[in-house]
């Protein structure tokens, strides 16, 4: 089975708000740059796969949790690189398709017990007909579920991300890969983690800084 | 002179060597060589040893032998009806096996699929025993034409002036039928011996082209394959009720086909692994996809299964809603029907989408047997209440009377069957020693 997602505190699950509605306060930054814009993180460039490979196994040994890699296509192996588990959508997509199945037989139960209408001399309530009904909208609810718990999953849709202002950003659709180790990593250490970005070979590493609002 | 003319000293373009698609002779070669260095391609760990199968074969020809005997035996002691029937069910799931595996091997081919390349010498193994399945097939047209309809009663001459018949004797006429029997026996004869000879024959030559070869004739193969297949099912299981149409039985053979097809494959391959062979070669990564085929063709076949039953349900015209009181009705066919329904789809379905049982061998194996068994089961159902319908009512012997007349029947084909498999798999390299995707295949990992 896969581990469960820790439930997320009230002060992290409010700066998660705050991305989405406007009049909920953002949260004090932990760092502030020195134009005191608060920090989004660290971004390390690499333009070659196995270096970045490499590079994302070292952060994951040092234990950093709220990072992740950019690159312009999927490597294959980039979940053991950097240490991701297995997602826990498969469990909630059982949940959602048990619930569609139980809700369709639940409403033609009900809807055929109090409402008995003789259609082609076929029996009540014949599980026959009830199977359609009942495969499509399990289908259903487990098709929405799965897309809409992906997109919640990764944290999206959102309408900004800070690396966008990053104009050399911009290269990773093309031929770069990225390394950003985000501030509110509880790791986090401006020097330490500047520091260890270098040890593995990024070839420029930057600051980047967060909207003010 | 003109004004558009180049300038005689233009930046000179640099000779660049031409991008190819596909890798040189040389390239190729070298790979090979690559290849065969490679630690999953050890002699030993690809190949049976020699007289490996002796005993296992030897032991499914005589187990084969005696329950023919015992079935030929059957028909006269109870009747002839009762042990082709039983010969039937056997038979028609050992031909579901082949064609499937023939199916799947031409589908690998034409899909280019590259993690297929170590596990498709087996689908080859099963596919190369069509022609065996035609011969058996061949003794039941001759014992069903010679005795004037025996279990297919439209070649009886009660049956002569049925106006039903009458209107479908264009099609269920003697002569036709031999001649779509002829063809179906020519079609899977040089399709399956394509496939097996080329594949063959690439792993002595290593020429590259010959997987086009293969890919060109997977393309038409197919096409053939869908019409052989469906109108097989018409002949050999629809034409037990010749009042009975369904123009989607075709589909509905096919689907145990394939999902049989895949299971065999899964239980050879899990039998050869527990024989120390194809480490590295063959992996969970493969066993978890053959799973996932299997959990599919699972789901294909109740889809295809209910969709038949719930239009003849609906529609209630009494030459097809027959077909099902026979089988939904006395004679315990309405457990079997029950049996059917969540064995061979509720209780699969919710075990196999763990992800932990397609990973599993013997876990994946076990299933594999008990899908091979549930389509056997599904064989019965179809055939088996054919026997005593009508003027035959007061012969039945009950559910379980003859019991031992049915086990035999069932086994006798499968047996002899399963003895030219075992034959066929100690006989050849157990994967496609110079497959151009073989690469891929030793590679080849679920990233999910």
């Known amino acids: ?213 | 002179m003109s004004q558009t003319q180049a300038p005689a000293t233009s930046i000179p373009i640099p000779e660049r060597e031409t991008p190819r698609a596909y890798l040189t002779e040389a390239q190729w070669r070298k790979r090979l060589d690559k290849l065969a260095a490679h630690p999953a391609m050890r002699h030993d760990n690809i190949h049976l040893p020699e007289g490996a199968t002796t005993k296992l074969s030897g032991l499914l020809l005589i187990a084969g032998a005696a329950a023919l005997v015992i079935t030929i035996l059957g028909a006269f002691a109870i009747n002839a009806r009762h042990a082709l029937a039983a010969f039937e069910v056997g038979l028609f799931t050992c031909v579901a096996m082949s064609l499937g595996a023939l199916f799947l091997t031409m589908v690998f081919h034409s899909l280019n699929a590259g993690w297929t390349s170590t596990v498709r010498r087996q689908f080859e193994n099963v596919a190369s025993l069509l022609p065996v399945c035609w011969v058996m097939l061949l003794g039941v047209v001759l014992i069903e034409v010679l005795g004037g309809g025996i279990l297919l009663t439209w070649l009886s001459e009660e049956m002569a002036g049925d106006h039903l018949l009458e209107q479908k004797s264009p099609f269920l006429n003697v002569g036709f039928f031999g001649v779509r029997f002829l063809i179906y026996g020519l079609v899977w004869l040089v399709l399956s011996q394509i496939m097996v000879r080329t594949s063959l024959k690439q792993d002595e030559t290593g020429q590259r082209g010959l997987t086009r070869v293969m890919r060109f004739n997977s393309g038409w193969g197919l096409l053939v394959f869908a019409l052989t297949t469906a109108f097989f099912a018409f002949d050999f299981l629809m034409a037990l009720d010749f009042r009975f149409f369904s123009t989607m039985w075709g589909v509905y053979f096919f689907a145990s086909a394939a999902l049989a097809s895949v299971s065999v494959v899964v239980l050879v391959l899990a039998v050869l692994k527990g024989m120390g062979r194809l480490t590295g070669a063959v992996t969970e990564e493969h066993f978890h996809d053959l799973g996932k085929l299997i959990l599919s063709f699972t789901v294909f076949w109740a889809y295809i299964a209910f969709s038949q039953y719930f239009l003849i349900w609906y529609s209630n015209i009494p030459e097809e809603t027959a077909w099902y009181v026979y089988r939904t009705g006395e004679g315990g066919y309405k457990a079997l029907f029950l049996v059917l329904a969540f064995g061979h789809f509720v209780a699969p379905f919710c075990i196999l989408l763990f992800r932990k049982v397609k990973r599993i061998t013997g876990l994946l194996a076990f299933m594999a047997a008990y899908m091979i068994a549930m389509t056997v089961a599904d064989m019965i159902w179809i055939v088996r209440p054919m026997v005593y319908v009508g003027e035959h009512a007061s012969e039945n012997p009950g559910v379980w009377g003859g019991i031992w007349l049915d086990a035999a029947g069932i086994v006798a084909p499968l047996c002899i069957w399963g003895f030219f498999l075992v034959r066929a798999v100690g006989a050849s390299p157990l994967i496609p020693l110079k497959d151009p995707m073989l690469h891929e295949a030793l590679a080849h990992k679920n990233y999910v």
């Open chain 1, 1 to 213: 089975m896969p581990e469960l997602p820790k439930i997320p505190s009230v002060s992290e699950m409010m700066a998660l708000a705050s991305d989405y509605m406007p009049f909920i306060p953002k949260p004090a930054p932990r760092y502030v740059s020195e134009a005191g814009k608060p920090v989004h993180g660290i971004i390390a460039q690499f333009s070659k796969t196995p270096a970045v490979v490499h590079a994302a196994e070292r952060v994951r040994d040092a234990g950093y949790t709220k990072w992740d890699v950019m690159t312009p296509f999927p490597i294959h192996g980039m979940e053991e690189s950097m240490g991701i588990k297995r997602t826990i959508l498969p469990a909630i997509a059982a949940g959602a398709a048990i619930t569609g199945v139980a809700g369709a037989l639940a409403m033609q139960f009900f809807m055929n017990s109090d409402y008995n209408i003789v259609v082609q001399g076929k029996p009540f309530l014949a599980w026959e007909p009830f199977t359609p009904i009942t495969f499509e909208l399990g289908i259903l609810v487990t098709a929405f579920t799965c897309l809409f718990g992906m997109l919640a999953l990764n944290g999206l849709p959102r309408f900004h991300h800070p690396l966008f202002a990053r104009d050399r950003f911009l290269s990773v659709s093309d031929d770069t890969f990225f390394i950003c180790i985000e501030a509110s990593d509880p790791n986090f250490d401006p020097a330490r983690t500047r520091a260890l970005l270098e040890s593995v070979g990024a070839e420029s590493i930057e600051l980047v800084e967060d909207e003010d609002r």
